[in-house]
């Protein structure tokens, strides 16, 4: 919203002054009473009337199409993927209706402005330009979309939204990350379900290195196959690997299945611990000295 209006008003101040620039032959051709036309305080009026007018309906459409993706489990990451892209989409042409219908500026002077706004701007801008650039390519290229979880560096989280200048996701504490748009240009990011509403969890359990594999194994597969958040069309899969810890040998459990809804990745982690780890008390299997 800041780089329209800043946009605008640079894109009008340049229009002001156009005809100093102009070449002699078209300047020659340009009454000076017409930018006083183009320019009256009734066109700036009905441009700042419209601007509100677009964001509020911009921001409300928003607001609807959120609404009914957070109805929809399926159509969540689709509807909330399609909106930056509807965004973007609207304020261009928002931007052209204004140019076009209110002021009408001459072929000439729209674009000897276009160019100057264009020199100015990319100077004074460079950063913001190579963020919005980033931004744009993310949402052709599109590694990710709203509603993946993604790892950028240390941070893991949800997408909430993909702007133009920045990204925002969600970390699992809650805690908001704005990400440049031209840093995950150049770094690697993960995508844990790649448009996909499901995807797969890994929960894990430290063991002592004598206890029995196969009963674990088919006690954590039964713990996992009655969770109501397991998707069951995907395989369940357990595997152990040996782990030092202060000199000490121990059995590392892995439970990999996947979950219904990307949501609900730290719940299923956190159950299939839990239940695991009671069943194994209960049956003798382990005691309270080997989680120690």
């Not at 677009?54 to 928003?62: D, S």
């Not at 076009?100 to 072929?107: S, V």
């Not at 357990?238 to 030092?244: P, T």
Request: glycine content about 4%; overall charge neutral.
């Amino acid at each position: 919203m800041k780089l329209i209006t800043l946009f605008l008003f640079t894109f009008c101040a340049q229009m002001l002054f156009a005809v100093d620039i102009l070449p002699d032959d078209v300047s020659s051709k340009v009454d000076p009473i017409d930018f006083f036309v183009i320019f009256s305080l009734s066109k700036i009026l009905w441009t700042l009337l419209f601007f509100v007018i677009a964001y509020i309906f911009i921001t409300l459409l928003t607001k609807v199409l959120e609404f009914f993706a957070e109805k929809s489990a399926k159509a969540r990451i689709p509807i909330k993927g399609f909106v930056p892209i509807l965004r973007i989409a609207l304020w261009t042409l928002f931007i052209i209706a204004i140019i076009k219908i209110i002021y009408n500026p001459p072929k000439e002077m729209l674009l000897t402005t276009l160019a100057s706004v264009a020199i100015a701007v990319g100077f004074a801008t460079q950063d913001l330009l190579k963020n919005i650039f980033g931004g744009i390519m993310l949402l052709f290229d599109r590694p990710f979309k709203v509603g993946d979880k993604i790892e950028v560096g240390d941070n893991y989280g949800e997408v909430i939204n993909i702007g133009l200048r920045a990204t925002r996701i969600v970390t699992p504490d809650d805690s908001m990350v704005v990400v440049p748009n031209m840093e995950l240009m150049n770094t690697h990011v993960s995508n844990s379900n790649s448009g996909e509403l499901y995807c797969q969890v890994v929960a894990k359990v430290m063991l002592p290195i004598d206890a029995p594999m196969d009963r674990i194994r088919k006690i954590a597969i039964e713990a996992a196959q009655v969770s109501r958040y397991v998707y069951l069309n995907e395989p369940i899969v357990v595997l152990f690997s040996n782990k030092m810890n202060e000199n000490r040998s121990y059995l590392e459990m892995k439970l990999k299945a996947y979950v219904m809804d990307i949501r609900y990745e730290f719940k299923f982690k956190s159950d299939m611990t839990e239940i695991v780890i009671k069943e194994l008390l209960s049956q003798g299997i382990i005691n309270k000295d080997d989680l120690n």
